[in-house]
């Protein structure tokens, strides 16, 4: 069963803008991904939060994580037109890792 | 360094028939192995995952089954293909232990017909 859930299901931004999408999960977690599909494509991991920490950033990335919300927020700033894909958290326990059913990105030029 | 292959890229099969996705991971050993399937527009189901040789975990039952002959190798297989089959079949890895960052193959566009 799919453990988180994000929000909002599609976003269109102009480029250069930031996009801000969220996630809400159910259970106790380890950690909380934040994945990154293109269309037809595999998944690429983007960002890896433990559910001790409450932020982390790598390059225009910013995560949050809220353990007492059970939520999530994944933050791209500066927006490019190769930033328009699928973007999906991962809540990891045991063993396996169970994906929302994700947020899709579009960039204009 | 550690890389991830899944065939066939595309596959139109008819309903009733038999399926093998094959996947096999280089580069690393005892890996936890996944199978993920994704219906259009949506997220991620897991099917199986496996963490070790002959050791497979369904999550949902339902007309496919999973063998790890070998460390590396994960196959999905079903012996009669129904049309709700159809998807995105997606195989992962991580490396063993607590739940970390999932490495996917290109996946499988698995068309029933």
């Known amino acids: 069963s799919q453990q988180g859930e994000e929000d909002p299901q599609a976003l269109s931004i102009q480029e250069g803008e930031n996009a801000t999408m969220n996630c809400s999960y159910k259970?106790?977690?380890?950690?909380l991904q934040w994945y990154r599909q293109n269309s037809g494509r595999g998944l690429v991991h983007l960002i890896l939060i433990r559910s001790n920490e409450r932020e982390k950033h790598s390059g225009r990335l910013r995560v949050t994580l809220d353990t007492s919300k059970k939520s999530s927020s994944l933050l791209i700033t500066a927006s490019r037109a190769a930033d328009t894909a699928s973007y999906f958290c991962a809540t990891g326990g045991d063993y396996k890792l169970s994906f929302g059913a994700g947020t899709t990105v579009t960039v204009r030029a | 360094s550690q890389t991830i292959h899944q065939w066939p890229a595309t596959l139109v099969q008819p309903v009733g028939s038999p399926l093998s996705l094959e996947c096999t991971v280089e580069?690393?050993?005892?890996?936890?192995l996944y199978w993920y399937r994704q219906a259009a527009g949506r997220g991620l189901q897991l099917l199986f995952y496996s963490v070790g040789i002959g050791q497979i975990s369904s999550e949902v039952p339902q007309n496919l089954s999973a063998s790890r002959p070998q460390d590396r190798q994960f196959i999905l297989s079903s012996k009669k293909l129904l049309l709700s089959d159809s998807g995105f079949y997606l195989c992962?890895?991580?490396?063993?232990?607590?739940?970390?960052?999932?490495?996917f193959g290109q996946g499988t566009r698995l068309t029933v017909v």
């Open positions: 580069g690393t050993s005892n890996p936890n």
């Open positions: 992962a890895w991580s490396v063993k232990g607590a739940t970390t960052e999932a490495f």
């Open positions: 259970t106790s977690i380890n950690n």
